[in-house]
């Protein structure tokens, strides 16, 4: 990842190969954002009417290259979009921060020292351009071979921005090394579970997921179990395992644990983790299964999260639960027709085998509930429908209590995670009656996500707070990259999650 420093340097003086300065949309024209006076001072004063003659506008998401001036050591000025310049007296959206950061840094690919100069009010929006640099800054190259290893260049595009030097970040100021460290944790987690939704669904089974989760508890002090097949068949996860039953690579259940001496609350958090996901006997058509992979988003989410809050220390006991199984289609695949009893007890008829992600959850949501913690919150890249229905940046929140879901969208909205609130509405629910079963897992085709969300509910243990995340539009972009956000698994949710822990420990949630 790129290496991040605070600088009280001067930019003029500073040593770099560019210079990131942040430009806004004035009224009568672009405005260079505060921070980059000195740069300004350089071209005289007049860099507003030169980006203007270069037809920059300051709109978000646009990058304009300049020569630098004799003035300046660093060669280059990247003068980034931070889109509508804020009232008087008032400061940036750390948003539109954070993206501009996010593009700047995608725009520096390749390039091996840039110093930042965007405005920066408080230590706050220092995370926000450090949270967004390292984003924007991620590339996945792990299986890039085909040219020859010591071209670089060739093998794996431009390396990514090697170092950043934010100035105007005071080094020995608490909250901005505070703020630093965390964007730092963070970030890195997150880049981790876009690594892991971008590999290949042949390289990453339930297992090889389950032994990555290992390593990582290992490594920060987290308690992993993991149950496998057997521990599965011994402990009647019927939902977990009629979902793995058509794989060679047989599925996992993966409890793992951050606790802390000082928690007063319990944060459980539920995660789909379908390795890949080809629908099952209810084959998925051609054009819809390339991108299955990402349908571990979920559990990728949940595990950065109990990371992050391990990393970050805070006083709150977190639990992930991962459930890990990869869908297939062969002669020892759950059918349609097939009823399956869950680890709940209910029995569940399978009409679809491609609604999967419903049955592993529900095994995970009611191991999740045995513990009482205080609130779970589950996340799926769930259904077709949430898609149909949000479009592919927002992330639709169904919950068993309205306050909950409304306390989870201002945590999204906080992060800059687009989400909206979705209705339970009861009378889906008789959709789901089966003549044979106590439920089946499909019910009335409108409403899809909402029909999966009450399926989902019937799994959560009396009287506990729930909240489920369907991710199915943002987890992975299959278009070009904006903003923070790569092509590729996008690591959706994750600074949701870690918001919610946050606001569990200080006592701000339920
Ligand atoms: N993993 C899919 C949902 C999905 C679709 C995620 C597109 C990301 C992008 C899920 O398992 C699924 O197949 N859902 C079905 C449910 C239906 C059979 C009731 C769907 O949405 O079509
Ligand atoms: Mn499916
Ligand atoms: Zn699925």
Same mark, same amino acid.
């Given at each position: 990842?790129?290496?991040?420093?605070?600088?009280?340097?001067?930019?003029?003086?500073?040593?770099?190969?560019?210079?990131?300065?942040?430009?806004?949309?004035?009224?009568?024209?672009?405005?260079? %954002?505060?921070?980059?006076?000195? *740069?300004? /001072? =350089?071209?005289?004063?007049?860099?507003? #009417?030169?980006?203007?003659? +270069? !037809? $920059?506008?300051?709109?978000?998401?646009?990058?304009?290259?300049?020569?630098?001036?004799?003035?300046?050591?660093?060669?280059?000025?990247?003068?980034?979009?931070?889109?509508?310049?804020?009232?008087?007296?008032?400061?940036?959206?750390?948003?539109?921060?954070?993206?501009?950061?996010?593009?700047? %840094?995608?725009?520096?690919?390749? *390039?091996? /020292? =840039?110093?930042?100069?965007?405005?920066? #009010?408080?230590?706050?929006? +220092? !995370? $926000?351009?450090?949270?967004?640099?390292?984003?924007?800054?991620?590339?996945?190259?792990?299986?890039?071979?085909?040219?020859?290893?010591?071209?670089?260049?060739?093998?794996?595009?431009?390396?990514?921005?090697?170092?950043?030097?934010?100035?105007?970040?005071?080094?020995?100021?608490?909250?901005?090394?505070?703020?630093?460290?965390?964007?730092?944790?963070?970030?890195?987690?997150?880049?981790?579970?876009?690594?892991?939704?971008?590999?290949?669904?042949?390289?990453?089974?339930?297992?090889?997921?389950?032994?990555?989760?290992?390593?990582?508890?290992?490594?920060?002090?987290?308690?992993?179990?993991?149950?496998?097949?057997?521990?599965?068949?011994?402990?009647?996860?019927?939902?977990?395992?009629?979902?793995?039953?058509?794989?060679?690579?047989?599925?996992?259940?993966?409890?793992?644990?951050?606790?802390?001496?000082?928690?007063?609350?319990?944060?459980?958090?539920?995660?789909?983790?379908?390795?890949?996901?080809?629908?099952?006997?209810?084959?998925?058509?051609?054009?819809?299964?390339?991108?299955?992979?990402?349908?571990?988003?979920?559990?990728?989410?949940?595990?950065?999260?109990?990371?992050?809050?391990?990393?970050?220390?805070?006083?709150?006991?977190?639990?992930?639960?991962?459930?890990?199984?990869?869908?297939?289609?062969?002669?020892?695949?759950?059918?349609?027709?097939?009823?399956?009893?869950?680890?709940?007890?209910?029995?569940?008829?399978?009409?679809?085998?491609?609604?999967?992600?419903?049955?592993?959850?529900?095994?995970?949501?009611?191991?999740?509930?045995?513990?009482?913690?205080?609130?779970?919150?589950?996340?799926?890249?769930?259904?077709?429908?949430?898609?149909?229905?949000?479009?592919?940046?927002?992330?639709?929140?169904?919950?068993?209590?309205?306050?909950?879901?409304?306390?989870?969208?201002?945590?999204?909205?906080?992060?800059?995670?687009?989400?909206?609130?979705?209705?339970?509405?009861?009378?889906?629910?008789?959709?789901?009656?089966?003549?044979?079963?106590?439920?089946?897992?499909?019910?009335?085709?409108?409403?899809?996500?909402?029909?999966?969300?009450?399926?989902?509910?019937?799994?959560?243990?009396?009287?506990?707070?729930?909240?489920?995340?369907?991710?199915?539009?943002?987890?992975?972009?299959?278009?070009?990259?904006?903003?923070?956000?790569?092509?590729?698994?996008?690591?959706?949710?994750?600074?949701?999650?870690?918001?919610?822990?946050?606001?569990?420990?200080?006592?701000?949630?339920?």
């Amino acid at each position: 990842m790129t290496a991040l420093t605070l600088s009280t340097s001067a930019a003029p003086g500073l040593r770099a190969d560019a210079i990131v300065i942040g430009v806004a949309k004035g009224a009568k024209g672009p405005v260079v %954002a505060p921070g980059a006076e000195a *740069v300004d /001072k =350089a071209y005289d004063g007049k860099l507003a #009417g030169v980006l203007e003659t +270069l !037809g $920059a506008s300051g709109a978000e998401g646009e990058v304009t290259k300049l020569p630098s001036p004799a003035g300046l050591k660093a060669p280059l000025v990247v003068a980034v979009g931070l889109g509508a310049e804020p009232e008087k007296d008032s400061a940036f959206d750390p948003e539109a921060l954070r993206k501009a950061a996010g593009v700047a %840094a995608r725009a520096l690919a390749g *390039v091996k /020292k =840039a110093a930042f100069v965007l405005p920066l #009010g408080d230590a706050a929006d +220092l !995370g $926000a351009v450090a949270e967004g640099l390292l984003l924007g800054a991620y590339s996945f190259t792990a299986y890039k071979e085909s040219a020859s290893k010591n071209d670089a260049k060739a093998k794996n595009g431009k390396a990514p921005l090697a170092e950043a030097a934010l100035l105007g970040g005071k080094p020995r100021d608490a909250a901005h090394k505070a703020a630093l460290a965390r964007a730092t944790a963070v970030a890195e987690e997150l880049n981790r579970a876009r690594d892991l939704v971008n590999m290949p669904p042949n390289d990453l089974n339930p297992e090889a997921f389950a032994s990555i989760v290992q390593a990582a508890g290992k490594e920060h002090g987290l308690k992993v179990q993991v149950l496998d097949v057997k521990a599965l068949e011994k402990g009647g996860y019927g939902g977990i395992l009629g979902v793995g039953a058509g794989s060679t690579s047989g599925p996992r259940l993966v409890k793992l644990s951050y606790t802390s001496s000082k928690a007063k609350k319990h944060l459980a958090l539920v995660g789909k983790g379908i390795t890949y996901d080809s629908g099952g006997i209810s084959l998925k058509p051609a054009g819809h299964n390339e991108t299955m992979k990402c349908d571990m988003s979920g559990a990728a989410a949940v595990f950065a999260a109990v990371v992050s809050a391990a990393r970050l220390g805070l006083e709150v006991n977190v639990t992930g639960w991962l459930a890990l199984a990869e869908n297939m289609p062969s002669g020892s695949a759950t059918r349609p027709g097939d009823v399956l009893r869950m680890y709940s007890g209910k029995t569940v008829e399978v009409l679809n085998t491609d609604a999967e992600g419903r049955l592993v959850l529900a095994d995970a949501l009611w191991a999740a509930s045995a513990e009482k913690p205080d609130a779970i919150v589950d996340v799926a890249t769930l259904t077709g429908a949430m898609m149909l229905a949000l479009g592919s940046r927002t992330f639709g929140i169904m919950a068993n209590d309205d306050a909950f879901r409304t306390a989870v969208h201002e945590a999204a909205e906080e992060v800059g995670e687009p989400a909206w609130p979705m209705p339970l509405p009861e009378h889906l629910r008789k959709g789901m009656d089966s003549p044979t079963a106590d439920i089946a897992n499909m019910g009335e085709r409108m409403g899809g996500g909402l029909v999966a969300g009450l399926f989902l509910r019937e799994f959560v243990g009396e009287g506990i707070t729930w909240a489920h995340l369907d991710i199915a539009g943002p987890a992975f972009n299959d278009g070009g990259p904006f903003g923070y956000t790569p092509k590729g698994g996008t690591g959706s949710a994750v600074r949701t999650l870690v918001r919610l822990a946050e606001l569990t420990a200080s006592g701000d949630l339920g």
